[in-house]
Structures are given as structure tokens and as C-alpha cells.
């Protein structure tokens, strides 16, 4: 991925020249040493990140409209929820997203695909790492405290309005 940085593109809205968001999430990734696959179509990055719980599924895209760069994370959980177990997820995740200030939780009903989502915006046409770190952290962070509770719904015997507890044990503890 070097030397994306060199890359430059002009806006539509500023006329100005400048280097193009996709090079910046590109060249935030090269200086992280994470390897993906980028779709510059798209604008879009996709990669693998491990934690204690999981190896996840990460999608990374940057897209600039009207002077705003929205920096949106998707992190997808490793496993599909069998279909008798998605309204039981589907409740897990609504009260996981009751009680969340940035990201939300998704379950695609089609076919049992989890995944955390968060989105950053900033004006202009400068990426900070620090957004970046902001917006891949937390949608990681999520996906590493909710999977082995949404596992123990999908897999176990555990009920839905348990899973907020479940997130408090560290995923050591849990994973015996």
C-alpha cells in the first residue's frame, strides 16, 4: 500500500487538490502494519483483526461529500446466528444498542451475519489518526466485548437480557 499518500484527487465542492481520503485511511493502515485488501472503487479497505475472543472480518470505508469525510468501521463477528436463534440475537442487540453513545449492532436476518458499525465525520480534507484510531477502536472494541455473550445466546442456553452482564467478565474469565 506505499506511496498511496502520493496519490491526489480534486473535490468536487473545493476545487482544491489535496491527497484523496482513501490514500490517508490507506496510509493509516500501512503505518498500523495491517495488511488488507483495498477496493479504491469503493473506498473501501478490508482486513482481519485478532482479538482474545475472535479473529474479525474488519471493512474500513471513507467517503467526502460536501466538504465531510465519514470514516465508517464495520467489524463482522466470525460465526452466523442459526436462523431459529436471530429473534433471540435480535433482542440481545437492541439492548446492547440501548445503551451505546457511538456504534450500533446489527444482525442481518438473511443470513445470521453480526456486525458492529461505527461511523466518524470530520470536515475538510484532512484525516486525523486520531479519529481513525477513534472510529476502528470502537468498532473493534465492540465486537470484542459483545462476541463471546452473543455466542452464549446464539450457541447456549443464555437469555437474551443477560448479555449486558456476560460483557462485564473479561473475556479470559468467560472463555474456560
Known sequence: ?????????????????????????AGYLDRHEWACTPNEEQGLFSLHLSSAAATYRIHVKASYTNLICNIMVISVLPVKVPADRRPAIAESLQRINFTLMQGTAELDFSNGEIRFRTLGTTEGETLSDTLLDYVVDSSFDLAHRYTVPLLAVAFG??????????????????LQ
Open 1 to 25: 500500500m506505499a506511496n498511496h499518500e502520493d496519490q491526489a484527487n480534486t473535490t468536487e465542492s473545493t476545487g482544491h487538490v489535496g491527497i484523496s481520503h482513501f490514500a490517508q485511511v
Open 157 to 174: 442456553n443464555a437469555a437474551p437480557d443477560s448479555v449486558l452482564d456476560m460483557a462485564q467478565v473479561p473475556v479470559a474469565t468467560t
